[in-house]
């Protein structure tokens, strides 16, 4: 048996030696996952030998919604065996499919060229570890089944020795979804049911073990090394939760442009003081440092964050009223152990107006908090107070802005000449606050930024 397996392996590494997760294949969306593949999945998931038919269609659903996968949308035409009743089996199903080949796109977010081979061949491991987290994430989700809405599984497969470049999630398709783009901002009034959501996904990490928090999860250096991966020039390239001590900073060089092209030249003061916070973070190793460190800073336990609150990770649909209905939380790749206010932190940046972000901080911390706390299996041991969520959020929140603000200022720029005055509004308000809770925190939480320059 041990012959075959080495045997087996020798021959899948002298197949795909010339493969890769960041070069199109002939598979589904330019991946090396098949329609073959898939059918075979849904007939063993199933419990049948239909076939998806001769006028199957397939949509990509996932443009510019995720970077380190391809989303497809398959429409089946169900075609029955004759020794086969006729029953009843999804019309359409989400395909996730975990690949580099966004990350060229990705890469233009934060830099004024794209990655180059060597970049993307370092980030290869670490996009086959986000993945198999997201699969473990969702097993523990469908243990736990916390008070938060998410796709119905239907099918995981993982990266392993045999199976080193196809891996996915397929989920039945949520129909009539409405889509939220980056540059756009949710209502206050239907922002709630995702702050319930998000803080009883977090309550969830709490009946987790400790095996499951290291295996499912990024650990505590989820800010640390995303800024790192997304802005370092001298990196291990090993990606999130794996980056070295070579870190340089090279900064978005097209960030201050797209800046000023968006609020005009008028706001140029305003965006080069930003800008300047921006590389304090950015440049300060000691800084990026403590951020892996927030729990103990404000002494709490770290809890389950998703770490990667934005538009496309919410689905919703519009109610009868044309009000948004929250409908899933998706993509836990980057699911993390941190302080809680990283995930309100990014809800907050991402999906509130300036007016509301402004206006509902308190009562939107007061919900998360009172959602959290009425989730917990344990509702005696609660791993840390308001006041402390007050804190983390407030020290959360500039990084929010770093890892967020390129995806909203490029997502505002593909919309030309048409930028409707509330991305507008809404980018710059993201600067003044950025600007604003800084000096905030410079004050409020002086030993967080003592550093030795």
């Not at 800008?275 to 440049?283: A, G, I, R």
């Not at 990026?288 to 689905?315: A, C, G, Q, T």
């Not at 509702?379 to 407030?394: A, C, F, K, V």
């Not at 409707?420 to 950025?434: H, Q, T, V, Y």
């Amino acid at each position: 048996m041990l012959q075959t397996t080495n045997f087996l392996l020798i021959v899948i590494q002298i197949i795909q030696t010339d493969m890769s997760l960041y070069e199109p294949a002939d598979g589904l969306l330019g991946t090396h996952v098949t329609w073959h593949d898939v059918e075979m999945e849904m007939q063993r998931v199933l419990g049948t030998n239909a076939r998806f038919g001769e006028n199957r269609k397939i949509r990509d659903i996932g443009d510019m919604k995720g970077f380190m996968s391809k989303i497809a949308m398959i429409q089946a035409d169900w075609y029955f065996p004759p020794d086969e009743d006729l029953r009843s089996l999804p019309d359409r199903i989400a395909v996730k499919m975990s690949s580099e080949l966004s990350l060229y796109n990705f890469s233009t977010l934060v830099s004024s060229k794209k990655w180059d081979v060597e970049k993307m061949q370092s980030m290869t491991s670490h996009v086959k570890d986000l993945h198999n987290r997201e699969v473990q994430m969702y097993r523990i989700i469908s243990r736990e089944q916390p008070n938060c809405p998410t796709v119905h599984v239907l099918a995981l497969e993982e990266f392993t020795e045999f199976t080193p470049l196809k891996a996915y999630i397929i989920s039945e398709y949520i129909p009539n979804l409405h889509d939220i783009g980056m540059s756009d901002n949710i209502p206050l009034d239907d922002i709630w049911a995702v702050v319930d959501g998000i803080a009883a996904f977090s309550a969830m990490g709490e009946s987790m073990s400790e095996e499951e928090k290291k295996t499912a999860t990024n650990g505590d250096r989820y800010i640390e090394d995303a800024i790192s991966c997304f802005y370092g020039e001298n990196v291990s390239g090993r990606g999130i939760g794996a980056v070295d001590e070579s870190f340089e900073f090279q900064p978005p060089d097209n960030m201050r442009k797209n800046l000023v092209d968006i609020l005009g030249v008028a706001y140029e003061e305003k965006v080069d003081e930003a800008m300047e916070v921006f590389d304090f973070y950015c440049k300060n190793s000691e800084i990026r440092s403590n951020y892996s460190k927030v729990p103990e800073f404000l002494d709490h336990n770290p809890v389950l964050m998703h770490s990667d609150i934005w538009p496309s990770n919410l689905l919703f649909s519009r109610s009868p009223q044309n009000n948004l209905e929250f409908e899933a939380l998706i993509d836990f790749q980057t699911a993390s152990m941190s302080s809680p206010g990283l995930d309100v932190a990014c809800l907050m940046v991402t999906c509130l107006s300036k007016t509301d972000r402004r206006a509902c901080k308190g009562a939107l911390l007061d919900r998360y908090y009172e959602s959290f706390v009425r989730s917990l299996k344990n509702p005696n041991s609660i791993p840390y107070t308001r006041s402390q969520l007050e804190d983390s959020y407030d020290l959360c929140f500039p990084a929010a802005v770093i890892l967020m603000l390129p995806f909203i200022l490029s997502f505002s720029l593909r919309l030309g000449d048409d930028i409707p005055e509330n991305s507008i509004d809404k980018s710059a308000g993201l600067i003044e606050d950025f600007i604003f809770i800084h000096k905030s925190n410079l004050q409020k939480f002086p030993k967080f930024y003592e550093t030795r320059l």
